[in-house]
Every structure is written in C-alpha cells, then in structure tokens.
C-alpha cells in the first residue's frame, strides 16, 4: 500500500523559486536541487531526495483550473536510488472543495500499474500523460476511491475542485533518490535547463541553456549575467 506522507507542502519550507512565463513558476523544497546533466544529454535535471523529510518540486497552475481542466501529467525520470517497491514517488495535486474550501490532495503514483511498483532503473524513462481517462488516482483524500479512474473522477464532483498546485513528490524513510525532467504540467513543459551554475555557461555551454522562460542567450556573458541577476 502506498504510503501517504506529505500532506502539505508548504509546511516543508520552500527552497529556491524559479519563474518562468506569467502564470508559471515552480519552486524546490526539501533537499530537491538542480544537478547536471538531465535526460538525452540535457544540461539540467532536478534531484529529488526522500530522506530526511520527503522533497520535490512544486508547480503553479493558472488561477481557475479545475481537476477536470488538468489534461497532462507526465515527466522523464530516473531512479538513482531505490525503487518503487515502497514509498510513493508520485504527482500530488491539491485541490480545495469550491463547497468546504477543505484543501486536500489527489495523488497520481508513477510506475506500472496496477499496483505500481515496477519502476525501471537505472535510465530516464517517461511515465506518458498519466492523466488519460483510464489511469487509476488515488482520490481518497478528496472522497472517492483508492484507485479510480481519471474518467469517474472528472465526471464527479471532484471535477469542479480547483487545483491550487502540482508537486512531484518523494517521500522520506525508502531511501529513494530520483531525478526529474521535462515534467509537463497541463501543457507547460519544465527542462530545468537554466544555469545553475555560472561555469555551464563557459566553453559553450551557453548555447544549451535557457533561461526559464525557454529564451536562449546572446553570449556567454549574457548567460553568466542571469545566472548572476536573473534577468
């Protein structure tokens, strides 16, 4: 049975914020950190550590998204360590009740259902759009059931929630270690391939990094000044 740990991210204390276009941004929490390189040879990608406290990455969704308008969950990952045979590495989606304002979470697990446990290791694999009509959730949190279809749940009640956040998620006490790119929230497509450190703009690096809104730079100084500044 999947292990339900994180029940609230802000209590985790967030780390470091990176925003991209208007409405997008995503923030680290934990002892999640940009590392080098990411999938296919990509500069970045973001390590996510289960111990001591659980971590992950957080994602904005525009105001007004409800579960039913939520069309694309999917991300590259990679198991540096453990596996899914305990623990939930998984997208956690909060949502509030329009009725209650109850603010309670819907978890999508990764890996190969029907009880998710096989999670192949050791390359990136992509869990594809885990937000089909047939994909089981676990909306138990929010009323309904353990694993119920992406379909029934749409069609319900909890449709009309509103999605205040999508997370990737690792819990603590597995000992599992992932690493997560290109994770696609509703359409929104996260590389990590800013700099996180001045010196991946030298010798060229520059013109395989972006900043986060997805524009490249001019020059290797143009990298290194956002690095520096942000802008």
Not at 115 to 141: F, H, M, W
Not at 168 to 178: A, F, H, K, M, R
Not at 186 to 215: A, I
């Amino acid at each position: 049975m999947k292990r339900l740990v994180i029940a609230g991210i802000a209590a985790a204390g967030l780390s470091l914020l990176f925003v991209t276009a208007a409405l997008a941004a995503y923030s680290l929490f934990g002892n999640s950190t940009v590392v080098s390189p990411g999938a296919g040879g990509s500069p970045n990608a973001v390590q996510v550590t289960g111990d001591p406290a659980g971590s992950g990455i957080e994602f904005d969704v525009p105001a007004g998204t409800t579960f039913a308008m939520l069309d694309v969950l999917s991300t590259d990952y990679k198991f540096m360590s453990g596996n899914c045979q305990a623990g939930s590495p998984r997208f956690q989606v909060e949502v509030q009740n329009p009725t209650t304002m109850a603010v309670r979470n819907i978890f999508v697990y990764i890996g190969a259902p029907p009880n998710y446990k096989c999670c192949p290791t050791p390359d990136y694999v992509n869990t594809g759009n885990r937000r089909e009509d047939t994909d089981l959730i676990d909306a138990s949190q929010v009323g309904g059931l353990f694993y119920q279809p992406v379909a029934a749940a749409q069609a319900g009640p909890i449709g009309t929630y509103r999605v205040l956040s999508v997370a990737l998620v690792v819990d603590p006490t597995y000992g599992q270690v992932l690493r997560f790119d290109n994770a696609n929230i509703d359409g929104t497509v996260y590389t990590f391939d800013h700099p996180s450190d001045k010196d991946q703009c030298k010798d060229g690096g520059w013109q395989n990094l972006t900043r986060t809104d997805g524009t490249r730079f001019r020059n290797q100084g143009d990298c290194v000044s956002y690095f520096n500044t942000g802008r």
